[in-house]
């Protein structure tokens, strides 16, 4: 099945800056549209104790193939000389689609706008056929082997605006329906200070409640050696000194661990409170706070674990405050709605894309 497409960019080079004005085209007038979503299932042996085999997940056993037709516009060259393409031209092409020696992504540009579209595909152009008539060349095809068998939408953006702590829901509609996405993260700092983000979909909420008293961070740590007692846990906090409690985010969070005193087990948690309503919550995983700076924009991969700045140098754990860099949580997101609380005072970017397994149309 041929792909429908207005424009390409791939390799850094649009289809529609060729030197040649081409338009797609249909040779094969097949109707037939592939999904190529065949798999197996990994699994161990069997015999006559074991009739049923251990299963290990599963993998995908085939990857879409693009077919890609290409004419020259005939509005533009009406005549049946002007319409074969040289020598010149296909070298132009060829050299083009064919240089890459690892796969790269193609973007297409599609007749139609809807969020059921895969516009992105990662892959190489693995051959590339004429269409002669006669002793001349009227028609390619160009042969795009993805490394997956469906493609993904164009990046997804959600902006939140932040001075003290504000709400965003993300609404991932990937069709990897039990796996995450893993987005990129741009933070804009106003001043500097603390910021975190905290994914309530994707973390265990152990506690909550209102805390009272004249000092709320001291309830809230309260709040935690009481349910630590409460459920057989000693408490060990993240910072050093006499008492190893170290705030952050004005004096409205705190990390620490709780360690099973039966089984010798370690969880870090994170306890926070939101400064108007005073409500408190106690979680484990999800959650991501580090130091930022007025005048330092902040990159976040959460796909590649990298952290860098505005022209992509890296920058190091410890300027971020983050010292216990086995236990970094890097935003993921479930598939459907997730429910984040943002805190800090900055502007937060988030960028992510979502799987399409519709096919090669």
Known sequence: MFKQFEDFTFSG?????????????????EMDISLALERNMNSGETNKYRT???????????????????????????????QSITRREIREITKWLTSPHYPE?????LPSDSEDDATHYRGWFHNVETLPVDDKIYGLKL??????????????????????????????????AQNY???????????????FIC?????????????????????LIDAVESYALLKGYSVTFTGTGSTNIIPFCNNTGVQFYLNDIHNGTEKKCTAFYLSDTKQYKIIEGGFVYMTVYKDLDIYMDCQFLTITDSIGRMITYDKLGITD???????????????????GNADFQIQHQESRKAGEY
Not at 145 to 155: A, I, L, Q, S, V
Not at 205 to 218: A, R, V
Not at 326 to 342: E, F, K, M, S, T
């Open 199 to 219: 994914n309530l979909s994707d973390c265990k909420l152990l506690d909550s409640g209102t805390l009272t008293g004249e000092s709320y961070f001291e309830s």
């Open 143 to 176: 042969y795009f082997e993805c490394t997956t068998p469906f493609g993904y939408t164009d990046n997804i953006t959600n902006i939140k605006q932040v001075t003290t702590y504000g709400n965003l829901t993300i609404t991932n509609n990937s069709d990897e």
């Open 105 to 109: 992504w193609i973007t297409f540009n």
């Open 13 to 29: 080079k649009k289809f529609s800056d060729l030197s040649c004005e081409y338009i797609p085209a249909n040779f094969n007038n």
């Open 52 to 82: 049923e085999a251990n299963y290990f997940g599963d993998t995908w056993s085939d990857t879409l193939t693009l077919e890609l037709h290409i004419i020259k516009n005939p509005s533009v060259y009406p005549t049946q000389e002007a």
């Open 181 to 195: 996405c893993y987005p990129t993260v741009t933070i804009t700092p106003h001043e500097n200070g603390h910021i």
């Open 325 to 343: 860099v086995d236990h970094v949580y890097w935003l993921r997101l479930l598939n459907g709605a997730n429910n984040l609380l943002l805190h």
